[in-house]
């Protein structure tokens, strides 16, 4: 499409800024809708994939991304005994690829500096949209106020959405029994800073350590922890006290728990809780669904963000390319839904392996996991699962030559030699 459209972005975390920045750079005027008054960085941290880095490079963006965060080149998680149970590392996909851990607070900074110099974006900040009227483009705020007509309207108001009800009914969406308490941590000595670690005991247990780089302005670099825990659970961890909580974490991961340090408060330990959403279509009259509110999973496999960023440079090329808008809607649903059903069906199925009280699955899990992912056909499947670029049973989703190349010439280490791309 040749026009200039005017557009709503419901939204303002990591999907709807990315979608705001995508489609003010190809010439569309855009507002984006925010129910927090301030917004800000939150939350922890997350683990980049070449997918979402793709997505940020075509964002321009890649560049400063490298500088805030740090690279991941592995994935290793073990009992408390030392046996491993995954081990997956990037280079055996492609030598020239690598995660990138990252604070959430760094990536918001990032894409709300570059959206701050767009003059085609503006921000209402401290206005909850409250209703969609998706055939007339108009969106109806907390106040009572209406807002529009828009040309398109895009809803990315996160995993428990309330707003994409006027779109579809559901065909899933209901949360996990099990979450997180998380927080961040400077990484002084931590002996492995490019790699994700994890511990588990059975599935009752697990945490994780994940390097995520530093804010803008800041020096400290930081690591990411979380410690599993079911939702039910959470007031009775709280009563049980801090004591008795580092007491479970000096036993499961001595290492973790000198991490955490002598002094350390609980009380910055912040909970997540997560959900599995799959909505029946993606679209409506001129309303459409990005991010998390399109396809809600369990941060397992370390995708959401990753898909968000897709989501939202898929959208940009497809309006592009469409003759009408109904038309982009429609290529984009196809186009993303077929990277992301996969991701959806591993996410219900290895949760429990991780996050439940299913001590018979775990120890399955110990057994196999690990010489499973050293089958030839199934490590090749299980790290394009990893980089976010399995799509489907069969198909890859294309990563640009040029990106590999760029991340490749301007990566910490040695580049390597040019060559296909894993997805060719
Ligand atoms: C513990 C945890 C760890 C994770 N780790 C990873 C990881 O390592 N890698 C990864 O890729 N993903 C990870 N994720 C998932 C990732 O955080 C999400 O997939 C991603 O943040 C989704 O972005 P989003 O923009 O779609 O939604 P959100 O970030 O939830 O943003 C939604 C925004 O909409 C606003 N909003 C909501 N309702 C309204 C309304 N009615 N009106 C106006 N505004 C509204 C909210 O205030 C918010 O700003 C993790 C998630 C959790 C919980």
Known sequence: MRQRLHIAVVGYGSGGQAAALALARDGHQVEIFERVPAPGPVGAGFLLQPTGLQALWRLGLLDEVRALG???SRLFGET???RAVMDMRYA????????????????FALLHAAIARESAIHLHADCAVVEVDCEGGRLRDARGQWHGPFDAVVIADGS????????????IDRPYPWGALWCLLPESDWPWVDELRQRYRRARQMAGMLPVGRMPGESVRKLSFFWSLPIAEFDAWRMAGRE????????LWPQAREQLGQTFDVGVLARAAYRDAIPK?????????LG???????????????????DAVSLAAQFRQATSTADAFDAYERERRVHLSIYHRYSRWLTPLFQSGNDGIAVLRDLAFLPVGKLPLARGHMLRVL????????????????????????KNGPVVADGPVPNS
């Open 70 to 72: 740090t690279p991941v």
């Open 80 to 82: 408390p005994a030392g």
């Open 92 to 107: 055996d996909l492609d030598p020239r690829l690598t995660g990138v851990g990252m604070q959430r607070g760094a990536l």
């Open 160 to 171: 428990a959405s309330v707003l994409r009800s006027a779109v579809t009914g559901m065909r």
């Open 244 to 251: 008795a909580w580092l007491d479970a974490v000096a036993t």
């Open 281 to 289: 279509r993606w679209w409506r009259g001129r309303a459409v669904l």
């Open 292 to 310: 998390d509110a399109a396809h809600a999973m369990s941060p397992q496999l370390g995708q959401g963000v990753n898909m968000a960023l897709v």
């Open 387 to 410: 980089a976010g670029v399995q799509s489907g049973w069969s198909g890859c989703y294309p990563l640009d030559p040029a990106f590999v190349a760029e991340f490749n010439a301007t």
